[in-house]
């Protein structure tokens, strides 16, 4: 049975940081690409950042360049988003993302960003 379990969302004021992390089982986790998304209130969810199995190669969506890092330790079978100088407009719920033999989901983590 697949399972991508996210934790570490919650509330932030701007211009704090918060660490989500994914942590998988069920899968051959290193040979996955791992992704984070994300969908906001009355919006289409959308590709944050993503990375390649080896770690050696990632993007991010335009809005969160040089402000957000995707990581992931093979050892630990964990896919981590780093969120720093976090907005208003990065509310959403955040969710991993695994494909390569299959595509799965996990059930998400809420990030709201508000003073």
């Known amino acids: 049975q697949v399972q991508l379990v996210e934790s570490g969302g919650g509330l932030v004021q701007p211009g704090g940081s918060l660490r989500l992390s994914c942590a998988a089982s069920?899968?051959?986790?290193?040979?996955?690409?791992m992704d984070w998304y994300r969908q906001a209130p009355g919006k289409q969810r959308e590709l944050v950042a993503k990375?390649?199995?080896?770690?050696?190669?990632?993007d991010y969506a335009d809005s969160v360049k040089g402000r957000f890092t995707i990581s992931r330790d093979n050892a630990k079978n964990t896919v981590y988003l780093q969120m720093n100088s976090l907005k208003p407009e990065d509310t959403a719920v955040y969710y991993c993302?695994?494909?390569?033999?299959?595509?799965?989901w996990g059930q998400g983590t809420q990030v709201t960003v508000s003073s």
């Open positions: 993302h695994a494909a390569w033999l299959g595509h799965y």
């Open positions: 990375i390649l199995p080896t770690g050696g190669s990632t």
């Open positions: 069920g899968i051959n986790f290193r040979f996955y690409v």
